[in-house]
């Protein structure tokens, strides 16, 4: 009883304090006000106080969940301006693993001077593609290496079936697998509203965008003043170009890889942090 009376008189200070400055407020809604004000300190007051907040709530950021999805090996595949290059170098450093471009797997035979390498080094300064019995190797090569043994981002290769074919058989035998296949899709539109809207300079090579990088004065290079071009790699035409021949180069890779379940299908038309995001859940599911 004692304490059922004592509650009943802090009650009633309590809705003094309260009701005071505002008597109307509280003649009107009694009802709330009182199931607030018994409800409150009960629930939300105590544990406030009682956890000391350690850290911040960890929050699962990539790097963390990422490390646990290792060994990784990613093959990435987007056209042209789909932005791989930037979810390239962020899935690269977030797991930690190499960036496998047949670019740099060549420049890296090449350094390494290895026999490999020796064969790639004329056919590049020649401008010549250089086929398939000397890349294979270069990649079964790569995929030794110690700094690719916890997962690997392709990017560019393979680019055909018997690259893919290939690339499966060397994981095979090193005892790894294909993890996913990404797969940036950008429609062609979007892609073309993007390249034909780049105006660079062709003094000093400044790039602008006309809707996402403007420069100050319309048509002007901010740096050195010269009146912007648009470079023919930007021109409609040829990036449509180059868009039908990403298209029919990676059609038969989708269609192999898709029945496999590998595909991870990625909206690009987004930020780039946006499409991180996505690629990353990809990796996960
Ligand atoms: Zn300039």
């Given at each position: 009883m004692a304490r059922a009376t004592a509650a009943a008189q802090k009650k009633k200070k309590a809705s003094k304090k309260r009701a005071a400055p505002k008597k109307g407020a509280a003649q009107k809604k009694p009802g709330l006000r009182k199931l607030k004000r018994v409800k409150k300190p009960a629930l939300a007051a105590k544990p406030a106080k009682g956890?000391?907040?350690?850290?911040?709530?960890?929050r699962p950021t990539p790097d963390m969940s990422g490390r646990s999805l290792l060994p990784l090996n990613i093959l990435l595949i987007g056209p042209p301006g789909a932005g791989k290059g930037t979810q390239a170098e962020k899935i690269s450093s977030t797991f930690n693993i190499p960036h496998l471009s047949t670019g740099n797997l060549f420049r890296a035979a090449i350094k390494a001077g290895t026999e490999l390498g020796k064969k790639v080094e004329p056919l590049l300064a020649a401008g010549k593609l250089v086929p398939d019995d000397v890349t294979i190797p270069i990649v079964d090569e790569r995929l030794s290496q110690p700094d690719a043994t916890q997962g690997v981002l392709f990017d560019?290769?393979?680019?055909t079936i018997p690259q893919a074919e290939a690339l499966e058989r060397t994981f095979e035998r090193l005892g790894r697998k294909l993890n996913r296949v990404v797969l940036i899709e950008v429609p062609d539109s979007a892609i073309v509203a993007r390249m034909s809207g780049r105006r660079s300079c062709p003094k000093d090579g400044s790039v602008y965008h006309v809707v996402a990088n403007p420069p100050?004065?319309?048509?002007?290079?901010?740096?050195?003043g010269t009146d912007l071009v648009t470079r023919p790699d930007d021109q409609p035409e040829t990036v449509q170009g180059r868009l039908n021949t990403y298209t029919a180069q990676t059609a038969p890779l989708i269609a192999y890889y898709e029945p496999k379940g590998l595909l991870a299908r990625v909206d690009?038309?987004?930020t780039p942090d946006q499409v991180f995001e996505s690629i990353h859940s990809g990796l996960r599911r």
């Open positions: 956890i000391p907040d350690p850290k911040p709530t960890p560019g290769y393979p680019r100050r004065e319309p048509g002007k290079c901010d740096k050195c690009g038309v987004r």
